[in-house]
């Protein structure tokens, strides 16, 4: 049996026998039972509540447990694509309904629809026929239902209520589970009395009952639902005290109950690593109108697609990419034609990690790697894997590859990741894919976006919804929870020109449904039609969300915990954990868990998680929440400077190491700390935190490094000091190789000038830990300042280099290709493309009035630049093998070239196009190294053809020189000789 043991305190109130008090198990429900409903609801994938009481009175229960409560209730049943409804008839049957007296039928057929019953009462006992024409109406209603109910009759003078008791538990007990709360008569009384102080004579009524029938009429009721519970397990009578005490204890059986239904309902997820992705393909399967032609088009773009080429589904943030997506992948599972695989980014806290979509397709390839695999062997396991799923498919079928929302994936710098950014795409095989393999993504335009278009990918775009298809989802929705509208209001809302977009559509749905006063309704419909932006829709329900959690928790004389939350969240590096914001907000406490669940559940549909930390849905949520909460400078201050005591361990806060006991660096600490006490001016804090070399060493360890320059940064525009720019600009040369884990920050540091500030910590560090031995410094170095003048970057390996002095330029060589950089600026000018093959050697020589690069290439092939002109001036393929060697002499006016057979050639540049061969060496055995020393002359006396030359080269174990000969030898009389190298 399913058990649950209360630990509210024991309510007051006389209660009848067979009740359960709240220390009781008070949700114990038989086996019988809970086979049913676990059967139901594998079926429908639908948890339905059905929520009875009079109306006046109760309204405050009724509001706190939808609007507190619901939302947490509903984020239990997600993760396992089950839907939770509760059926609160507050509002939602309209005039034209009521008007035909069908008020009663619609509620019994809801209950009929249920699979749990609630019921409360007060003291009023509500409305029922009392033979006058104001009642006339209850009379007609129970007429309408009795053909189909011929036990109605029987009650015609009872209470709507008293019907839908019936209906729910007291005609066939325990048949559903029903709960039952009665609240104690002591509230009422005090509830009536300051009514009627007040000369409220409407509040009042709420309270009391109209004549002594309608008090017997209810003891009745109480007694035979308290004589059923005595005798049946799936019944239970509880009394309370407040509506705050209702709604809580209302929460924690429905919570018991669907954390016992909802993962046995959905084995089949339970038992996936990936249980968030089906979960959340199924939720955007629900309602899915208006895009039959969509679905179509995507289907005839990806069968009829070629390999190499993916197919690109784009349009506007909230347009309903994922939902078309994942209906396409519900087609495809009906037919059982292909094989689909598919990851949805920002479903869970891990999924938006680059790493984590990589684990999942290897999963779903059937390629079991443990975890101690390191990133870069995951992805290259990924083709493999991929070739081997695709040789399994049966003849005619296709392998469906499909990656929902690319722009949500953290688009960080990775030295193990193809391209280094995920953006880039080429962790992916797209185009080395086989054969009938399709891959399927949804992004907004970005670097993703344009990354596949280049790899000629179809596109789709998502156009806005239809009139029609608006008008099918505002009824699907609404009739799920059983509401109803006026074609008036029905109007209002779709005239809405926001209602094109689904994610606004939904929103503004939802908040209406949680919208519990009737007499309301119509001013909150025309409040929520008038929002014609995210921003301003945001706004309407943050302003329901402020009443409805004001005064409430331990810091309420602060700030609103809503306006506290959200402000916290919106000044954030990265977001915020939810037990970093929980502790924030001071609700830590086990007292404070419903609370923080209410509030956290209540902000989900505005939040998105990404690895494990909450940020905002879109960026219109995201400006909306700033211009309420953070209108001025001392209002982002104050959260700040929150969040640097919160992540500093500082005043009410608990210490946060910057080392977990393990060593494991505290990633968001280190990410976080610095972030806050730059924005928020704490110059000390954080003239402290940035000079700490134990901190620094801790964010390089955890990866951080270029994060850091950009503290670093930030505090030098924040601050003006010069400590931060010499931080930053020695971190700068040596990010690279401390990022590849191929140096540490502590022997970086060990290399810097022996006077420098961060020099003396790193020393005594090292010998604190007693790490010198482990450690080098240079002996030679500079002890007045760094030797590094300024440090270049670059996505792949750089193979060689070279520069000119005079110009003020360096050739760089990544790849095939040649980088021309201004060093004056440290800015890239221009790229030289031509070779097939990776560049060898580079040179590059100014004189005559020229600039000239040369490279040398596997590709077998020499080419001149001028760099000038930006062009090829001319190209050698003489060697015939792989040259590795190729170097200016004579000014510029003649050029030596190596190749790996064992050859080396001097040539005559100086008539360029043409190129002549001077002279030709063959060693007769491979070169591996080859370099030129040429003497050089004093400017007064020196002439290009008066320079001797002389080539070395070495091979694989011999070493050689060949001497050319000189025009002119130089005269002891007048040279000023010097060697260079």
Known sequence: ?????????????????????????????????????????????????????????????????????????????????????????????????????????????????????????????????????????????????????????QYAERGITELEFRSGCLNKPGAMPAFFWFRDPAYDQRKAAEALKAGDQVEHAKYVNVCAEDDTLLQRLKAEVADVAAREQNVSVSYYDTPEAAAEEMFLVMKSILEHLAPASSRFLVESAWAAHKAFEISRQRVFIGRERDLEALEHAVLSSQPGHPTVITGSAGVGKSALLANFCLQQHQAAQNVVVSHYVGCDAESTHVLNVVRHLLHAFDDRCGPSVSPKSLVQRLPSALARMHSALQPGQKLLVVVDGLHQLEDDDYAWLPGGRPCFMQWLPIQQAPENVCFIFSTQPGVAYDTLQNMSAHTHMVAPLSAPAREDIVRCVMGRASKSLTQSQFAQLIANPQSLNPLFLTLLLQELIEFGVYEKLDHKIRELADCTTVSQLVGCILGRLELLFANTGPVHEESNLIELALQLIAVSRSGLREDELRGLLGLVAPE?????????????????????????????????????????????????????????????????????SSGEPNRRKLSELPYHTIAGGLRDQCHALLHDIEFLEAKCEAGLIVQLLDDLRAATAKFAEEGYDQLYRWLMSDARVILEKKTSLLQSALNQPAGASIYCKARALAESRCHTNLLFEWTNKRSGRDACLATLTFDSTVSCFASSTKEQIACIACGDNLQLWDMNQQEQQFVFAGHGKKILCCDVVSSFGKVLAVTASKDTKVIVWDVIKRAKSAVVSHHGSVVNFCGFVSHGQSLITAAEHGTVCKWSVAGLPQVEKVAELDLKSPIKVACVFEQLRTLADATPAAAPTTATVAGASTTAAATTPAAAAPSPGTAAGAAGA
């Open 1 to 153: 049996p399913l058990f649950f043991s209360g630990n509210m305190e024991q309510r007051s109130g006389t209660p009848q026998p067979g009740t359960k008090r709240c220390k009781d198990n008070l949700v114990n429900l038989s086996e019988e039972l809970l086979d049913t409903l676990q059967d139901t609801v594998r079926a429908s994938r639908t948890v339905a509540l059905f929520l009875s009481s009079p109306f006046g009175g109760l309204e405050i229960e009724r509001k706190l447990f939808i609007e507190k409560y619901f939302p947490a209730l509903r984020a239990i049943c997600e993760p396992y694509g089950v839907l939770f409804t509760v059926c609160d008839l507050r509002w939602g049957i309209n005039d034209e309904q009521h008007s035909q007296n069908r008020t009663l039928q619609i509620c019994l057929d809801q209950i009929d629809k249920s699979q749990v019953f609630f019921g409360l009462f007060g003291t009023r006992y509500g409305s029922r026929y009392r033979h006058d024409a104001n009642t006339e109406w209850v009379r007609k209603n129970c007429e309408r239902v009795q053909k189909e109910r011929p036990w109605v009759p």
């Open 592 to 660: 404070c868990q419903l609370l923080w669940l209410s509030i956290l559940s209540a902000l989900r549909p505005l939040l998105l998680v990404r690895r494990d930390v909450l940020t905002f849905l879109q960026q219109d949520v995201g400006k909306a929440i700033g211009q309420r909460y953070l209108a001025s400078p001392q209002m982002v201050d104050r959260a700040h400077h929150r969040l640097a005591e919160f992540f500093g361990g500082l005043g009410r806060f608990p210490a946060q190491p910057t080392r977990y």
